[in-house]
C-alpha cells in the first residue's frame, strides 16, 4: 500500500475527534521542538502559525449554527482562539516563552481524549 493510500485510508477511519487530537499532537510537538532547539526565526514563525492556524480552523467551525457543541463551549474555543493568536505574536515579535500556548493544546488533547 502506498503511503498516500495509507493516509487516505487511516483519514476515512478516524472520527473528526481523532483527527482533531491529531492535529493538536502535530503542531503542538512544532512548538515542543522550539524549546528543545534553537530554531531559526522561520522555524519560530511556521511553528506558530501552524498552531494560530489550527485554532482559527476550531474558532470559525464553533462560529458556525450546525456547529453540535453547546453554545458556551463554542464561545469559549472562540475565546482562546483569540488568546492564542494575540499570544502567538507576542512569542514571535517579544520572545514570550511558548510554554502556555503548549499547556493549552495538551488540556484540549486531554479533553479530546477523555470524550
Known amino acids: 500500500m502506498s503511503i498516500k493510500a495509507y493516509q487516505r485510508a487511516a483519514t476515512q477511519a478516524d472520527s473528526p475527534r481523532e ?5 493538536f499532537g502535530q503542531v503542538t510537538a512544532g512548538l515542543v521542538r522550539l524549546q528543545q532547539e534553537d530554531a531559526s526565526p522561520t522555524q519560530r514563525a511556521e511553528a506558530l502559525d501552524a498552531n ?5 480552523v476550531l474558532s470559525a467551525d464553533c462560529s458556525v449554527p450546525e456547529n453540535q457543541l453547546p453554545l458556551q463551549l463554542r464561545g469559549q474555543i ?7 493568536a494575540r499570544y502567538s505574536s507576542e512569542v514571535l515579535r517579544d520572545g514570550a516563552d511558548v ?3 503548549i499547556d493549552i493544546n495538551r488540556t ?3 479533553g479530546l481524549a477523555a470524550r
Open 108 to 110: 484540549m488533547m486531554e
Open 52 to 56: 494560530r492556524r489550527l485554532w482559527g
Open 78 to 84: 472562540i475565546a482562546l482562539a483569540l488568546w492564542v
Open 99 to 101: 510554554e502556555p500556548l
Open 19 to 23: 483527527l482533531e487530537y491529531r492535529a
